[in-house]
């Protein structure tokens, strides 16, 4: 992009009459992403069971890689050698890299907290410790030369109790983010989020955002979510958060994949969402369709000669049957393969199809189809039913 000190141009292009869906084109260095997006996880630079180049065939846009693994192996001398993990993994589309934050919640029991960053004991053989700081945070960063890089921010699971550990939290994800910021080097083609936190404090969420969106910054992320807390919880600080974020730029909820989480939370006015859900439950041999998954280990597919889905164009569903998979899933690595390219396409459909029905003004009929197909005995959880009302879309 030739834009300067603006790598991210964010274009509204159609909005949801009655919900806070929307359309937008988020021009990025590495080209131009379609919102509401999902991002599959390539944790250290590749998709498992998935090339780059097919990727590209299926028209994914933007892919996310993990900070702290890629700054474990391969580390930043040999990024930088390689010229940034585009290079690394011949992928030529647009990256995004979480912060290693998480990786306080998911390796707690390794990981320190302090203000000065995380101490981790390292998953490398060596068993070494690592420290990440915000400033090391984003020099791994601009090493790999994601689109979009998040800060390093303080992360609490959301069913911790301790409010004043939340509070904590909040006002050093804000201190952490000013040191983020002044050691981004690569403002010029690098985009740097910063994640409002508070769990489920709606006035420390407020207190988040207010600190956040003071900063000059090109989107903002939700953070701290999908961490065990019920769905009542989940949808009404999603349904805050992007009520308190400027409306002008990208919204991005972390980790949610679900699709039904999905559905509700584009109504909900979300843009960019990540999840590892749908790689990962292609290696456990589960197919996603549109109600729910399948479980092709399941004996009642053994003589099943029905694709996976026969609505989907997929490689998958075009050539090979529910009983063939059914056959290799789990124990042969190509059923990975398989069923990767499969849910990975289901994904994009999915949210194709929610850009559509906005763009021809009918998403609250898409998601009322949606729903029946999940729930075709109309017993929606109550859950859905109030999220949803919330926006004025109402399921009978």
């Keep these: 992009m030739n834009v300067k000190n603006k790598p991210l141009l964010f274009t509204i292009l159609a909005e949801c009459n009655s919900s806070k869906a929307r359309v937008s084109k988020m ?12 991002m599959p996880v390539g944790t250290q630079g590749t998709l498992k069971g998935i090339l780059p180049e097919q990727l590209e065939k ?7 890689a993990n900070t702290y693994h890629l700054g474990t ?9 390689a010229g940034g993990l585009h290079k690394f993994m011949n992928w030529n589309r647009n990256l995004l890299t979480d912060s290693g934050g998480f990786q306080m919640v998911s390796l707690l029991k390794l990981a320190e907290i302090t203000e000065e960053g995380v101490k981790f004991q390292s998953l490398n053989e060596q068993k070494s410790e690592v420290m990440l700081t915000p400033e090391h945070s984003i020099e791994i960063q601009n090493a790999i030369g994601a689109d979009i890089i998040m800060q390093l921010d303080d992360v609490v699971k959301t069913t911790n109790p301790d409010k004043e550990r939340i509070e904590v939290s909040v ?18 083609d690098q985009n740097l989020f910063p994640i409002v936190q508070g769990t489920l404090y709606e006035d420390l969420r407020k207190i988040s955002a207010k600190d956040l969106i003071q900063r000059e910054v090109n989107g903002y992320a ?16 999603v349904h805050l958060c992007t009520d308190l974020l400027p409306k002008d730029k990208p919204r991005y909820l972390m980790g949610v994949g679900f699709a039904t989480d999905l559905v509700v939370c584009c109504a909900l006015g979300v843009d960019m969402f990540d999840c590892v859900f749908p790689t990962r439950t292609a290696r456990f041999g589960c197919g996603l369709v549109m109600n729910g998954q399948l479980n092709l280990r399941s004996k009642k597919y053994e003589k099943d000669f029905k694709p996976i889905d026969e609505e989907c164009e997929c490689d998958t569903c075009q050539k ?9 899933v789990t124990v042969i690595p190509v059923a ?23 763009t021809q003004g009918n998403f609250p009929k898409f998601v009322a189809d949606f729903m029946l197909k999940n729930y075709p005995d109309k017993n929606y959880p109550k859950w859905i039913k109030e999220s949803l009302s919330t926006v004025n879309i109402n399921l009978h």
């Excluded at 006002?171 to 010029?188: F, G, I, P, V, Y």
């Design 171 to 188: 006002h050093r994800t804000t201190r952490w983010l000013d040191r983020c910021l002044s050691a981004h080097q690569r403002e010029q």
């Design 58 to 64: 299926l028209d994914l846009q933007i892919m996310l």
């Design 336 to 358: 990975c393969h398989l069923l990767t390219i499969h849910n990975v396409t289901f994904q994009l459909r999915l949210m194709k199809g929610i850009r559509n029905s906005i």
């Design 27 to 38: 021009q990025l260095p590495h080209g131009v992403v379609d919102t509401p997006v999902f």
């Design 222 to 237: 939700i953070g701290g979510l999908s961490g065990g807390e019920s769905k009542e919880e989940f949808w009404r600080i």
């Design 73 to 81: 192996k391969p580390g930043v001398d040999i990024l930088k050698k």
């Design 320 to 328: 090979y049957t529910r009983a063939y998979l059914h056959c290799i």
